[in-house]
C-alpha cells in the first residue's frame, strides 16, 4: 500500500495499535440504587364506580460486593438478600434458589427463556424501542410471560373464570438492567348467593412502573449513576473512565469521548493533545520534519562531494 503523505501514514499505524474499549464497573456494584415507580389499578368493568388506583415505588440498595455476590436491600420492605452476580440466583431471603428480576445476561436471542423469581420468561423482542419519562428513548430486550387458567375457585361461593395473566418486562440493551415492567389480569369474577343464584363480573389488574433517575453519583464527577449507564457507557465508579487525564463531565463538555483515551485518533492520548478532536498533525512536527529531511538530504550531496574531491 502506497502512503502519500505524512497524515496517512499517522492514520495507519494508529489503526494497527489503538483499541477503543469501554470502561465500565460491574453491574450491580457497591452503591448502585435502583429505584422504580408506577401504579397499581383495579377495574370493575361492569361497575367503574368502585375502580381504584394506587401508587407504587420500590427502592433498592446494593453494597457488600465480594467473591462474586452482592448484597441487595429493599428500602420498603426492610429486608436483605445476597445475590450470585453471574447465576443471578438468590442465595438468601423468601426466594432463596431463584433468579432475581432485576437485571438479565444481554446476550440472548428470540424465543430464548429467561427465569425470572422462579417463573421461565420468554424473549420477545431482543431490539424493542420503548421511551421512560427520565430517560427518553431506549433499545430493549424485552421479555413475556402468559398464563391462562379456565377455572380459580376462590372457595364455595365464588371463582375467578377465564382467567389471564401477561408479564412483560424490558431490560436495557447494554447493562441487563431491568427498566419497566407490566402485568395485566382480566378474569370474570363469578359470585353465588343463595337468594340471588348467580352473577359474574368482569375484572382487570394492572402493575406497572419504570425506572426513574434517583441523582445518586458516587464518583462525584457531576454525572449521575444512570446517566452514565444509560447515555454515555461511562463508568460511574471513576471520574475519568477512559484513564486519559480528563474527567468525564469535562470530555464531555468539549465534545471528548469520555470512553475513547484518544478521540480524534493522533498519536496522543485526550489530556495530552493541544486540539484533541483533530487527527491533523500540529504545524511544528511538520516544520521538524522537512528539517530533518532537508538534512538529510544535504547529508546525502556532502557525502557525495566529499567523495568526489577524494578521487
Do not use: C
Given at each position: 500500500m502506497e502512503l502519500k503523505n505524512i497524515n496517512q501514514v499517522i492514520l495507519f499505524s494508529i489503526s494497527l495499535i489503538l483499541m477503543v474499549s469501554m470502561v465500565s464497573a460491574t453491574i450491580p456494584y457497591d452503591g448502585l440504587t435502583l429505584e422504580w415507580d408506577g401504579s397499581y389499578q383495579f377495574k370493575n368493568n361492569d361497575y367503574p364506580s368502585v375502580n381504584s388506583e394506587s401508587n407504587l415505588n420500590y427502592l433498592y440498595l446494593y453494597s457488600n460486593l465480594q467473591d462474586g455476590k452482592i448484597t441487595q436491600k429493599s428500602v420498603d420492605e426492610d429486608n436483605e438478600e445476597v445475590i450470585d452476580i453471574e447465576s443471578r440466583e438468590l442465595i438468601t431471603g423468601d426466594y432463596i434458589g431463584n433468579k432475581t428480576s432485576q437485571w438479565i445476561n444481554t446476550d440472548v436471542a428470540i424465543g430464548d427463556k429467561i427465569q425470572i423469581l422462579g417463573i421461565d420468561y420468554v424473549v420477545k423482542s431482543t431490539s424493542d424501542k420503548i421511551y421512560l419519562r427520565d430517560?427518553?428513548?431506549?433499545?430493549?430486550?424485552?421479555?413475556?410471560?402468559?398464563?391462562?387458567?379456565?377455572?380459580?375457585?376462590?372457595?364455595?361461593?365464588?371463582?375467578?373464570?377465564?382467567?389471564?395473566?401477561?408479564?412483560?418486562?424490558?431490560?436495557?440493551?447494554?447493562?441487563?438492567?431491568?427498566?419497566?415492567?407490566?402485568?395485566?389480569?382480566?378474569?370474570?369474577?363469578?359470585?353465588?348467593?343463595?337468594?340471588?343464584?348467580?352473577?359474574?363480573?368482569?375484572?382487570?389488574?394492572?402493575?406497572?412502573?419504570?425506572?426513574?433517575?434517583?441523582?445518586?453519583?458516587?464518583?462525584?464527577?457531576?454525572?449521575?449513576?444512570?446517566?452514565?449507564?444509560?447515555?454515555?457507557?461511562?463508568?460511574?465508579?471513576?471520574?475519568?473512565?477512559?484513564?486519559?487525564?480528563?474527567?468525564?463531565?469535562?470530555?464531555?463538555?468539549?465534545?471528548?469521548?469520555?470512553?475513547?483515551?484518544?478521540?480524534?485518533?493522533?498519536?496522543?492520548?485526550?489530556?495530552?493533545?493541544?486540539?484533541?478532536?483533530?487527527?491533523?498533525?500540529?504545524?511544528?512536527?511538520?516544520i521538524v520534519g522537512l528539517v530533518l529531511i532537508l538534512g538529510l538530504v544535504g547529508a546525502f550531496f556532502w557525502f557525495k562531494s566529499s567523495k568526489k574531491k577524494k578521487k
Open positions: 430517560f427518553g428513548n431506549m433499545e430493549t430486550i424485552k421479555v413475556e410471560y402468559t398464563k391462562t387458567i379456565d377455572s380459580f375457585p376462590i372457595d364455595s361461593t365464588e371463582r375467578y373464570e377465564n382467567m389471564k395473566t401477561t408479564n412483560l418486562v424490558w431490560y436495557d440493551k447494554l447493562t441487563g438492567l431491568k427498566l419497566k415492567a407490566k402485568s395485566t389480569t382480566t378474569y370474570n369474577h363469578v359470585l353465588t348467593s343463595e337468594y340471588l343464584g348467580e352473577s359474574s363480573y368482569s375484572k382487570e389488574e394492572i402493575e406497572e412502573y419504570e425506572l426513574k433517575e434517583n441523582n445518586v453519583d458516587n464518583d462525584k464527577d457531576g454525572i449521575t449513576d444512570l446517566r452514565e449507564l444509560f447515555e454515555y457507557q461511562t463508568n460511574p465508579l471513576s471520574k475519568d473512565s477512559d484513564s486519559d487525564g480528563i474527567e468525564d463531565q469535562k470530555e464531555i463538555e468539549l465534545g471528548l469521548n469520555p470512553i475513547n483515551e484518544n478521540t480524534d485518533g493522533d498519536l496522543w492520548i485526550d489530556g495530552k493533545d493541544s486540539n484533541p478532536l483533530s487527527s491533523a498533525v500540529p504545524l511544528v512536527y511538520y
